[in-house]
């Protein structure tokens, strides 16, 4: 069978042209590094079977990333493959150095010059009919110039390779097109950079563009979608409920298909529209090419930290939900960076865990709700800066080398932007969706079976094995000052879901505002301390296995409990017992003053002006 | 050297001794004839904006201070 290989320097397009190729979903975005491995498909529309390959992006034919190492080996496996070397237009002399390799080292290339409608007042197909190769321009996010390619592929497929192509010759060409090119270039970018990277408006933009992916994603538009999407499954589920009612089934699988699957699927569907509107929104900011300019704005300020400018908007998108913000991190290329950055964001509050704050402060602190709200999420951040500075000094790496191509501004593509969602939420539901599932099934079982594996048919909740287990655990919980056991019920059903500590209470016969009235001012604070911090939800979970492995995954689960236990304790103790404040105080001076000592010992760091550089 | 924002340098009159970030530069396609256009410092300026052949590259500080800079 014959075979293409999609070649090029980073971020020139190539996964966009495979995708467009073989109608694949690959992920695609405006900056470097997103194909990590060789991608394989089929040229869609053709009569005959020609396959491509999608490399990760090369700077030369000796590589030292891994991903380039991949590429290089393939190529030398590959050689009498077509290789399609994909260009960016704006960027034609720099991308011709590899170019220059390949044709020297005797590969079939053929070029294929990308995004080439970012030049104007330039036919840049009449100049690439001087070359010895040949050549096409295309923009691959036009359907009408993939299926030039196409054919382009099909008639240059079985040709031979040219090995007698006079480089020199070429390189002029070339050199004069990149000439041309360099002066019809488009100076946009420039000028909004020139603009836009000034400190004041950048911290304005980033203000703005960050509380509006949140406003629309978590305030009316979001609500609305939800509402939208809820409602519609809600019918299907409630007429699905009222079959499975009307059939002659036993009572305990009407219970299973009802309160276990139903509920079950009802949950992560519910997640899904905000999940869908906070990707898709993320992903334009990506596509305009904003991201990379936040990464290298921020950089500095995270480096304090252990984190770089990239490990931003995982932490922002944790705000609304862990799990989303742990698939956001695959961005971050070093693995330590990402492992620290993903231990980071179960401190981070989700959006599931406002609906409990908001119960709890509107009975207590009814005049200053917001303010407590805002509260504890000032805590939550704080913690997490703290644990950041802690893993920086526990997972210690030598730092690389920061190098980041940053791209041009472009308006986003919402086909491509729609495609890479879709893939995202895909993955979620099969994935993180299935073990949701199966965990939900567990609590349904728990909650409707007694001890004895009787199924409890009078909702005599008392007897159900969660009430029982609960009552076991409970010794665990009053040293934080929690004596009944549907305070316990409640944390463990937010193990599952953050959104179940209200909801399953519920299923005990309890309204929030009276499950709210078992605790006193201090207990709620002590409470809701311990469900900011403790252990994230199961999808939550799953998701950093899928991420960092199983090991990590168990560690922030123990972890994480344990720092909530921890803090909590210390949080009640100091409540109900004042010496403990004294204590705490003490605490807190000794620890500036250390602070303090430390700062005046460290040599401030040189920016070149110090009198060893001048010697030099 | 002493090198301003704003301003564009050859990068062979500039010393750049490291090892790795000398790799790097190189794999980037990036030769020492090429001109490297000093755009901007980032917060706190850990990481420096520069332009070489038209491309937008973020370098850490290593580079700054390698290349003695000064606003």
Known sequence: ?616 | MTAKIGETYTIKDVSISDEKLKRQIVNLGINKNNKIKLLKHNYNKSAILVEVMCVRYALDKLVCEQIKLYE
């Open chain 1, 1 to 616: 069978m014959n075979s293409v290989v999609l070649v090029g320097n980073p971020n020139t397009g190539k996964t966009t042209i495979f995708n467009s190729l073989t109608g694949s979903r690959e992920k695609v975005a405006n900056w470097h590094g997103v194909t990590v491995s060789v991608k394989e498909g089929l040229v869609k529309g053709l009569d005959k079977k020609i396959s491509v390959y999608d490399l990760p992006g090369i700077y030369s034919l000796n590589g030292y990333s891994n991903e380039e190492k991949i590429a290089c080996e393939f190529l030398k496996q590959n050689k009498e493959a077509l290789i399609c070397y994909v260009c960016d237009a704006n960027n034609l002399a720099r991308n011709f150095i590899l170019a220059k390799q390949m044709i020297e080292t005797g590969y079939n290339i053929c070029l294929v010059v990308n995004m080439a409608n970012e030049i104007k007042n330039l036919d840049i197909n009449n100049e690439l009919k001087k070359f010895k190769i040949p050549g096409i321009a295309i923009d691959a996010r036009k359907k009408k110039d993939i299926e030039k390619l196409k054919n382009f592929i099909k008639i240059h497929n079985n040709k031979k390779p040219q090995n007698n192509a006079n480089i020199n010759k070429i390189t002029a060409i070339y050199d004069n097109l990149s000439n041309k090119i360099a002066e019809n270039r488009n100076i946009k970018t420039e000028r909004i950079d020139n603009f836009v990277l000034k400190n004041g408006v950048f911290l304005l933009l980033f203000l703005i563009s960050i509380f509006s992916v949140f406003y629309i994603t978590f305030g009316p538009v979001g609500t609305v979608f939800s509402w939208i999407i809820n409602q519609l499954f809600n019918k299907i589920f409630d007429n699905l409920r009222k079959i499975i009612l009307c059939g002659n089934i036993s009572l305990i699988i009407k219970s299973f298909l009802i309160d276990g699957v139903i509920i079950g699927v009802q949950t992560i569907i519910s997640f899904v529209p905000q999940i869908m509107l906070l990707i898709l929104l993320l992903n334009i900011l990506e596509d305009t090419g904003f991201m990379s300019r936040v990464s290298f704005m921020f950089d500095g300020i995270f480096k304090k930290f252990g984190l770089t400018g990239k490990s931003i908007f995982s932490l922002f998108v944790g705000f609304g939900c862990t799990t989303t913000a742990v698939m956001t991190t695959r961005n971050l290329e070093n693995k330590n960076l990402r492992r620290r950055t993903i231990l980071l964001l179960p401190f981070i509050s989700c959006s599931a865990k406002l609906p409990i704050f908001l119960v709890f402060a509107a009975s207590f602190f009814e005049k200053y709700k917001y303010v407590f709200v805002f509260a504890l999420y000032l805590f939550s951040c704080l913690i997490s800066l703290t644990f950041a500075l802690i893993y920086k000094k526990i997972l210690k790496q030598k730092n690389d080398v920061y190098i980041m191509e940053i791209p041009k501004y472009r308006l986003p593509n919402l086909k491509i932007i729609f495609k890479n969602s879709l893939s995202i939420i895909n993955e979620f539901l099969i994935k993180i969706g299935t073990m949701i599932s199966l965990f939900i099934i567990i609590v349904w079982f728990l909650q409707n079976f007694s001890t004895s594996f009787m199924f409890i048919e009078n909702e005599k909740f008392d007897d159900s094995i969660l009430y029982f287990l609960s009552n076991k655990l409970l010794f665990l919980f009053k040293p934080l000052g929690f004596e009944n056991p549907v305070m316990v019920v409640s944390l463990l059903l937010g193990l599952v879901a953050k959104e179940m500590i209200v909801v399953g209470v519920s299923v005990m016969g309890l309204t929030p505002n009276i499950f709210a009235s078992m605790f006193n001012t201090k207990l709620t604070i002590v409470f809701l301390i311990f469900i900011l911090l403790y252990s994230p939800c199961i999808s939550a979970i799953i998701s950093i296995k899928n991420e960092v492995g199983k090991k990590w995954a168990i560690y922030v689960f123990v972890a994480q409990f344990l720092i909530a236990y921890l803090v909590a304790f210390l949080a009640f103790k100091i409540m109900t017992d004042y010496k403990y404040i004294f204590a705490l105080v003490l605490f807190l001076i000794l620890d500036i003053c250390c602070f303090f000592v430390l700062r005046l010992n460290k040599k401030t760091s040189c920016r070149g002006n110090c009198n060893e550089c001048k010697r030099i």
